[in-house]
């Protein structure tokens, strides 16, 4: 069993649990799902958009604590002050140490750039959860879901008013979602089995996605000049956790990073 296995087997008992104690109900009513989301597309795609989507990652399962000091408030603004595209907050604790908290208080901060929540979708109710807490995006990742998942959980989503980031690996998983449109596509570069990182990763898939998609290359992204060479394969949107959060100060970290890749 692969630790992907591991977290989707927890995530699925965790839900159950969850919706057995919370009525969707709750979740309509509460005042954040009334929110317009912001665009994930347009944040990527406008004029000058650095593309940077930075991720707040306290642990995790190939590295273990990253960083677990840093606060969500001082990431946020400095993340903000960095002008990135995008703020990606994992919301797992059991594996990467994140809350809904965390989200909610990105939220309250961050009323201008969208915010993905990372976490790993095997149910609807984690979509309607999303809007509630105040996300714009969810992640839908092709390895842990079937086609039909994918177009319905997409669907609900789009339904929400939510962007969604489809992940993908291989080519089989790009197939999983070929007849969906208009869509928003990360390639991980890390494998979620062996964890193994290999930008080249990107380059060898990014030929067999559509034009009318838009491409994100997301983990093991170290180097600014990285960004350069992904642009050149039609990259717009670039994933990046570790990099800054292995930083006393992410925020900073982000900061100088973007100066770079002007
Ligand atoms: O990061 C992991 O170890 C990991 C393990 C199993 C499933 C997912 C995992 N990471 C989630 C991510 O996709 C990354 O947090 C994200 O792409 C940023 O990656 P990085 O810049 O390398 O922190």
């Known amino acids: 069993m692969t630790i992907l296995d591991k977290i989707i087997a ?3 008992k965790e839900i159950a649990k969850i919706k057995a104690e919370v009525p ?3 979740l ?9 989301p912001l665009s994930l597309k347009k944040s990527l795609l406008e004029v000058g958009s650095t593309g940077i989507i930075a991720e707040f990652k306290r642990q995790s399962p190939s590295k273990g604590i990253i960083n677990d000091k840093a606060t969500i408030a001082e990431v946020t603004n400095g993340y903000l002050d960095a002008n990135v595209a995008a703020q990606s907050i994992l919301t797992d604790t059991s594996f990467f140490g994140g809350t809904m908290a965390d989200l909610m208080e990105a939220r309250v901060i961050n009323q201008t ?4 929540r990372k976490d790993f979708v095997v149910d609807g109710f984690q979509i309607v959860e999303a809007k509630a807490i105040g996300a714009d995006a969810i992640l839908l990742i092709a390895s842990c879901l079937t086609s039909v998942e994918l177009k ?4 609900l989503a789009k339904d929400l008013g939510l962007s969604v980031l489809y992940e993908i690996h291989t080519q089989e998983e790009l197939d999983k979602i070929n007849d969906l449109d208009d869509k928003i596509i990360g390639i991980n570069n890390r494998n979620l089995k062996t964890f193994e990182v290999n930008l080249e990763h990107s380059i060898k898939l990014a030929n067999q996605i559509p034009d009318n998609s ?3 290359s997301e983990s093991g ?6 960004i350069t ?5 039609g990259f717009q949107g670039f994933l990046i956790g570790e990099n800054f959060m292995k930083e006393e100060n992410p925020g900073e970290a982000c900061q100088d990073f973007i100066n770079q890749i002007r």
Not at 152 to 155: A, D, E, P, R, V
Not at 221 to 226: G, H, L, R, T, V
Request: zero cysteines.
């Open 24 to 26: 969707i109900k709750k």
């Open 221 to 226: 992204i170290s180097d600014p000049k990285i």
């Open 28 to 36: 309509v009513e509460s005042p954040k799902f009334k929110r317009t």
């Open 10 to 12: 927890f995530k699925k």
């Open 229 to 233: 060479g992904l642009k050149e394969f």
């Open 152 to 155: 319905n959980y997409g669907n």
């Open 214 to 216: 838009i491409k994100v």
């Open 113 to 116: 750039k969208p915010i993905l």
